[in-house]
C-alpha cells in the first residue's frame, strides 16, 4: 500500500492550486519555456515562477535552462504515483461498499425489518 506521505503530500499540495493545475494541463501537451506558460495566466512572472517551484519541488515539473530559456517538463511517473494513491482508496472503498451489500442482500435488505414503530 502507497502510504508514503513525504512523496504524495507535496504532490497534492502542488495539486491544490488551480493555476498550478491549469500549468500542469499546459505542460501535458509537451514542454514549454516559462514565458510560454506565463503568457495565457493573467498574474507576474514572479508570480508564475513561484507556482512552478512548487511543481518543480513536488517532482510534478522539471526545468532546464539553455542560455537564457529556461524549459519546462512534465514528469508523468510522479502523477502516476497520486493515480496509484487514488486507486488504493478506491478499490479499499469499493470492497467495504461490496461486503455492504452482500450483508444487505443477506439480511433481505431491510436492516429494521420486524422493529415496531
Given at each position: 500500500m502507497l502510504n508514503n506521505?513525504?512523496?504524495v503530500d507535496p504532490l497534492f499540495h502542488a495539486l491544490g492550486d488551480p493555476t498550478r493545475r491549469a500549468?500542469?494541463?499546459r505542460l501535458s501537451r509537451?514542454?514549454?519555456s516559462v514565458s510560454e506558460?506565463?503568457?495565457p495566466v493573467d498574474m507576474t512572472l514572479s508570480a508564475v515562477l513561484q507556482h512552478l517551484a512548487v511543481l518543480e519541488s513536488s517532482g510534478l515539473v522539471r526545468s532546464e535552462k539553455t542560455?537564457?530559456?529556461r524549459t519546462c517538463r512534465l514528469?508523468?511517473?510522479v502523477l502516476r504515483t497520486a493515480e496509484d494513491w487514488i486507486t488504493e482508496r478506491r478499490?479499499?472503498?469499493e470492497g467495504r461498499l461490496d461486503r455492504l451489500a452482500d450483508y444487505l442482500a443477506a439480511d433481505g435488505g431491510h436492516p429494521n425489518?420486524?422493529?415496531a414503530r
Open positions: 506521505t513525504a512523496t500549468l500542469v494541463e509537451g514542454p514549454a506558460l506565463a503568457g542560455g537564457r530559456v514528469d508523468p511517473a478499490a479499499t472503498w425489518e420486524g422493529d
